[in-house]
Protein backbone atom coordinates (compact mmCIF):
# COMPACT_ATOMS: atom_id res chain seq x y z
CA UNK A 1 0.00 0.00 0.00
CA UNK A 2 2.56 2.10 1.01
CA UNK A 3 4.60 1.54 -1.88
CA UNK A 4 2.44 3.67 -4.22
CA UNK A 5 3.71 6.40 -2.54
CA UNK A 6 7.21 6.02 -3.50
CA UNK A 7 6.16 6.15 -7.15
CA UNK A 8 6.00 9.70 -8.90
CA UNK A 9 3.19 9.32 -11.13
CA UNK A 10 1.53 8.27 -7.97
CA UNK A 11 2.39 11.42 -5.63
CA UNK A 12 1.35 13.55 -8.81
CA UNK A 13 -2.42 11.66 -9.16
CA UNK A 14 -2.63 12.23 -5.21
CA UNK A 15 -1.14 15.81 -5.40
CA UNK A 16 -3.53 16.55 -8.20
CA UNK A 17 -6.77 14.38 -7.03
CA UNK A 18 -6.45 16.22 -3.35
CA UNK A 19 -6.64 19.75 -4.46
CA UNK A 20 -9.27 18.95 -7.10
CA UNK A 21 -11.40 17.25 -4.03
CA UNK A 22 -10.91 20.48 -1.95
CA UNK A 23 -12.61 22.44 -4.90
CA UNK A 24 -14.75 20.72 -7.06
CA UNK A 25 -17.15 20.25 -3.76
CA UNK A 26 -16.70 24.06 -2.36
CA UNK A 27 -18.37 25.10 -5.80
CA UNK A 28 -20.72 22.10 -6.16
CA UNK A 29 -22.72 23.11 -3.32
CA UNK A 30 -23.35 26.28 -4.45
CA UNK A 31 -24.28 24.45 -7.68
CA UNK A 32 -26.54 22.15 -6.00
CA UNK A 33 -28.13 24.76 -4.51
CA UNK A 34 -28.60 26.97 -7.46
CA UNK A 35 -30.57 24.01 -8.85
CA UNK A 36 -27.46 23.73 -11.41
CA UNK A 37 -26.49 20.45 -10.79
CA UNK A 38 -26.15 19.92 -14.48
CA UNK A 39 -24.17 22.69 -15.14
CA UNK A 40 -21.74 21.19 -15.15
CA UNK A 41 -21.82 17.99 -16.81
CA UNK A 42 -22.87 20.39 -20.16
CA UNK A 43 -19.43 22.64 -19.32
CA UNK A 44 -17.63 19.16 -19.00
CA UNK A 45 -18.72 18.47 -22.90
CA UNK A 46 -17.39 21.40 -23.59
CA UNK A 47 -14.21 20.85 -21.76
CA UNK A 48 -13.71 17.89 -24.22
CA UNK A 49 -14.52 19.78 -27.36
CA UNK A 50 -11.70 22.25 -26.47
CA UNK A 51 -9.55 19.41 -25.71
CA UNK A 52 -10.11 17.75 -28.76
CA UNK A 53 -9.34 20.91 -30.65
CA UNK A 54 -6.07 21.69 -28.87
CA UNK A 55 -4.91 18.22 -29.84
CA UNK A 56 -5.93 19.06 -33.39
CA UNK A 57 -4.16 22.03 -32.98
CA UNK A 58 -1.12 20.75 -31.78
CA UNK A 59 -1.53 22.76 -28.77
CA UNK A 60 -1.90 22.45 -24.51
CA UNK A 61 -5.30 20.60 -24.31
CA UNK A 62 -6.35 21.01 -21.15
CA UNK A 63 -5.17 25.27 -21.54
CA UNK A 64 -7.92 24.91 -25.11
CA UNK A 65 -10.54 22.83 -22.66
CA UNK A 66 -10.65 25.51 -20.31
CA UNK A 67 -11.00 28.79 -22.83
CA UNK A 68 -13.54 26.77 -24.29
CA UNK A 69 -15.13 26.14 -20.76
CA UNK A 70 -14.82 29.74 -19.93
CA UNK A 71 -16.53 31.41 -23.13
CA UNK A 72 -19.00 28.40 -22.97
CA UNK A 73 -20.10 29.94 -19.27
CA UNK A 74 -20.63 33.18 -20.02
CA UNK A 75 -22.32 31.52 -23.47
CA UNK A 76 -24.71 29.81 -20.88
CA UNK A 77 -24.99 32.56 -18.64
CA UNK A 78 -26.19 34.52 -21.82
CA UNK A 79 -28.84 31.92 -22.73
CA UNK A 80 -30.66 31.79 -19.58
CA UNK A 81 -31.17 35.61 -19.76
CA UNK A 82 -32.53 34.78 -23.09
CA UNK A 83 -34.62 32.13 -21.69
CA UNK A 84 -35.79 33.26 -18.34
CA UNK A 85 -38.86 31.61 -18.53
CA UNK A 86 -37.19 27.94 -19.46
CA UNK A 87 -33.45 28.55 -18.06
CA UNK A 88 -32.51 25.02 -18.20
CA UNK A 89 -33.02 25.12 -22.01
CA UNK A 90 -29.62 26.63 -22.11
CA UNK A 91 -27.86 23.68 -20.44
CA UNK A 92 -29.47 21.59 -22.95
CA UNK A 93 -28.56 23.54 -25.65
CA UNK A 94 -25.02 23.79 -24.94
CA UNK A 95 -24.20 20.09 -23.44
CA UNK A 96 -26.11 19.10 -27.13
CA UNK A 97 -24.04 21.45 -29.28
CA UNK A 98 -20.84 20.87 -27.43
CA UNK A 99 -21.18 16.58 -27.49
CA UNK A 100 -21.52 17.06 -31.44
CA UNK A 101 -18.35 19.04 -31.56
CA UNK A 102 -16.39 17.44 -29.64
CA UNK A 103 -17.44 14.23 -32.04
CA UNK A 104 -16.72 15.70 -35.05
CA UNK A 105 -13.24 17.20 -33.51
CA UNK A 106 -12.13 13.64 -32.18
CA UNK A 107 -12.48 12.00 -35.18
CA UNK A 108 -10.46 14.22 -36.55
CA UNK A 109 -7.85 14.76 -34.02
CA UNK A 110 -4.78 12.72 -34.59
CA UNK A 111 -3.80 11.86 -31.05
CA UNK A 112 -3.80 8.18 -30.27
CA UNK A 113 -6.71 6.75 -28.26
CA UNK A 114 -5.10 6.01 -25.56
CA UNK A 115 -4.58 10.09 -24.78
CA UNK A 116 -8.44 10.88 -26.29
CA UNK A 117 -9.57 7.78 -23.62
CA UNK A 118 -6.99 9.63 -20.85
CA UNK A 119 -9.17 13.30 -20.83
CA UNK A 120 -12.80 11.25 -21.14
CA UNK A 121 -12.26 9.13 -18.25
CA UNK A 122 -8.88 9.97 -16.29
CA UNK A 123 -5.40 8.59 -16.18
CA UNK A 124 -3.05 8.51 -13.27
CA UNK A 125 0.02 7.39 -15.21
CA UNK A 126 -0.49 10.19 -17.77
CA UNK A 127 -0.76 13.32 -14.99
CA UNK A 128 2.54 15.61 -15.84
CA UNK A 129 3.87 17.75 -13.67
CA UNK A 130 2.54 20.98 -15.86
CA UNK A 131 -0.74 19.55 -14.80
CA UNK A 132 0.08 19.27 -10.92
CA UNK A 133 0.93 23.28 -11.37
CA UNK A 134 -2.13 23.94 -13.61
CA UNK A 135 -4.49 22.69 -11.27
CA UNK A 136 -2.38 23.99 -8.19
CA UNK A 137 -2.55 27.34 -9.35
CA UNK A 138 -6.31 27.74 -10.51
CA UNK A 139 -7.48 25.55 -7.50
CA UNK A 140 -5.82 28.84 -5.32
CA UNK A 141 -7.33 31.25 -7.76
CA UNK A 142 -11.18 29.38 -7.50
CA UNK A 143 -10.94 29.08 -3.82
CA UNK A 144 -9.71 32.34 -2.84
CA UNK A 145 -11.96 34.14 -5.44
CA UNK A 146 -14.12 32.16 -3.65
CA UNK A 147 -13.43 33.11 -0.49
CA UNK A 148 -13.48 36.78 -1.32
CA UNK A 149 -16.90 36.84 -2.29
CA UNK A 150 -18.02 34.10 0.11
CA UNK A 151 -20.94 35.93 1.31
CA UNK A 152 -22.06 37.36 -1.75
CA UNK A 153 -22.67 34.00 -3.50
CA UNK A 154 -24.45 32.88 -0.33
CA UNK A 155 -26.84 35.81 -0.25
CA UNK A 156 -27.31 35.35 -4.68
CA UNK A 157 -27.38 31.91 -4.52
CA UNK A 158 -30.30 31.68 -1.31
CA UNK A 159 -32.24 34.82 -2.60
CA UNK A 160 -30.96 36.30 -5.53
CA UNK A 161 -33.62 39.08 -5.40
CA UNK A 162 -33.17 39.99 -2.02
CA UNK A 163 -29.23 40.82 -3.05
CA UNK A 164 -30.56 42.89 -5.61
CA UNK A 165 -32.47 44.80 -3.56
CA UNK A 166 -29.56 45.01 -1.18
CA UNK A 167 -27.18 46.87 -4.29
CA UNK A 168 -25.43 43.67 -4.97
CA UNK A 169 -24.00 43.47 -8.46
CA UNK A 170 -25.94 39.75 -9.08
CA UNK A 171 -25.23 39.84 -12.40
CA UNK A 172 -21.79 39.92 -12.27
CA UNK A 173 -21.80 37.64 -9.27
CA UNK A 174 -23.54 35.25 -11.33
CA UNK A 175 -21.15 35.94 -14.23
CA UNK A 176 -17.86 35.39 -12.20
CA UNK A 177 -19.07 32.38 -9.87
CA UNK A 178 -19.71 30.72 -13.43
CA UNK A 179 -16.43 31.33 -14.78
CA UNK A 180 -14.87 30.20 -11.51
CA UNK A 181 -17.56 26.37 -12.29
CA UNK A 182 -15.63 26.19 -15.84
CA UNK A 183 -12.33 26.56 -14.23
CA UNK A 184 -12.89 23.99 -11.31
CA UNK A 185 -14.88 21.53 -14.28
CA UNK A 186 -11.09 22.71 -16.21
CA UNK A 187 -8.70 21.16 -13.38
CA UNK A 188 -11.11 18.06 -12.35
CA UNK A 189 -10.74 16.61 -15.65
CA UNK A 190 -7.21 15.37 -15.72
CA UNK A 191 -8.32 13.37 -12.51
CA UNK A 192 -11.48 11.85 -13.05
CA UNK A 193 -12.09 12.61 -17.16
CA UNK A 194 -14.45 14.87 -18.71
CA UNK A 195 -17.27 12.70 -18.34
CA UNK A 196 -16.94 12.04 -15.09
CA UNK A 197 -15.82 15.65 -13.94
CA UNK A 198 -19.72 17.17 -12.60
CA UNK A 199 -20.23 13.74 -10.53
CA UNK A 200 -17.48 14.87 -8.33
CA UNK A 201 -18.89 18.55 -8.07
CA UNK A 202 -22.17 16.80 -7.06
CA UNK A 203 -22.30 13.63 -5.15
CA UNK A 204 -20.06 14.55 -2.22
CA UNK A 205 -22.66 17.59 -1.79
CA UNK A 206 -25.18 15.06 -1.96
CA UNK A 207 -23.89 13.25 0.84
CA UNK A 208 -23.28 16.40 3.20
CA UNK A 209 -26.40 17.63 2.43
CA UNK A 210 -28.05 14.32 4.09
CA UNK A 211 -26.49 15.01 7.67
CA UNK A 212 -25.29 18.78 7.61
CA UNK A 213 -27.50 21.56 9.93
CA UNK A 214 -26.16 24.20 8.46
CA UNK A 215 -24.31 25.63 4.95
CA UNK A 216 -20.94 25.95 7.07
CA UNK A 217 -21.49 21.78 7.70
CA UNK A 218 -22.27 21.19 4.43
CA UNK A 219 -19.35 22.84 3.41
CA UNK A 220 -16.69 20.85 5.46
CA UNK A 221 -18.67 17.85 5.12
CA UNK A 222 -18.84 18.02 1.25
CA UNK A 223 -14.82 18.51 0.90
CA UNK A 224 -14.28 16.06 3.50
CA UNK A 225 -16.69 12.91 1.68
CA UNK A 226 -14.66 14.52 -1.33
CA UNK A 227 -10.85 13.74 -0.31
CA UNK A 228 -12.09 10.76 1.22
CA UNK A 229 -13.71 9.80 -2.41
CA UNK A 230 -10.55 10.67 -4.14
CA UNK A 231 -7.96 8.99 -1.37
CA UNK A 232 -9.81 5.41 -1.46
CA UNK A 233 -10.83 5.57 -5.40
CA UNK A 234 -7.21 6.32 -6.20
CA UNK A 235 -5.68 3.91 -4.14
CA UNK A 236 -8.00 1.23 -5.46
CA UNK A 237 -7.60 2.15 -8.89
CA UNK A 238 -3.82 1.56 -7.97
CA UNK A 239 -3.93 -1.94 -6.47
CA UNK A 240 -6.59 -3.15 -8.56
CA UNK A 241 -5.66 -1.68 -11.97
CA UNK A 242 -9.22 -0.04 -12.14
CA UNK A 243 -9.78 3.19 -14.50
CA UNK A 244 -9.08 5.82 -11.65
CA UNK A 245 -11.99 8.37 -12.62
CA UNK A 246 -14.87 5.23 -12.57
CA UNK A 247 -12.99 4.21 -9.48
CA UNK A 248 -12.94 7.52 -7.62
CA UNK A 249 -16.59 8.67 -8.49
CA UNK A 250 -17.96 5.62 -7.72
CA UNK A 251 -16.41 5.34 -4.07
CA UNK A 252 -17.94 8.79 -3.74
CA UNK A 253 -21.16 6.95 -4.84
CA UNK A 254 -20.73 3.85 -2.22
CA UNK A 255 -20.34 6.98 0.31
CA UNK A 256 -23.31 9.02 0.02
CA UNK A 257 -25.47 5.54 0.24
CA UNK A 258 -24.02 4.62 3.19
CA UNK A 259 -24.74 8.02 4.54
CA UNK A 260 -27.77 8.02 3.36
CA UNK A 261 -29.19 4.74 4.72
CA UNK A 262 -27.08 6.35 8.26
CA UNK A 263 -29.27 8.73 8.40
CA UNK A 264 -32.35 6.28 7.74
CA UNK A 265 -30.98 3.71 10.34
CA UNK A 266 -30.84 6.90 12.94
CA UNK A 267 -34.54 8.47 12.04
CA UNK A 268 -35.86 4.69 12.97
CA UNK A 269 -34.31 5.20 16.59
Known amino acids: ML???????MQRALVAGLIVAVVAPSIGLFLVLRRLALYGDA??????????AGMLAGTYPVAT???????????MDWLRQSYRKYSEM???IVLAG????????LS?????????MAYLFGSIVTVSRTDVLVIAVLGVVVLGVLSAVYKELLATTFDEEYARIGGMPVRLLNMLFYVLVALTVGLTMRVVGALLVSSLMVVPVGAALQVARSFRGALLLSVGFGLL????GLSLAYLLDLAPGGTVVFTAVVILLLVTAYKRIRSLE
Open 229 to 232: SVLV
Open 65 to 75: GLAFAVAASLG
Open 108 to 116: LAAGSTGEI
Open 90 to 92: AVA
Open 3 to 9: EMLTLSF
Open 43 to 52: LSHVTLTGVA
Open 98 to 105: ALALAVIL
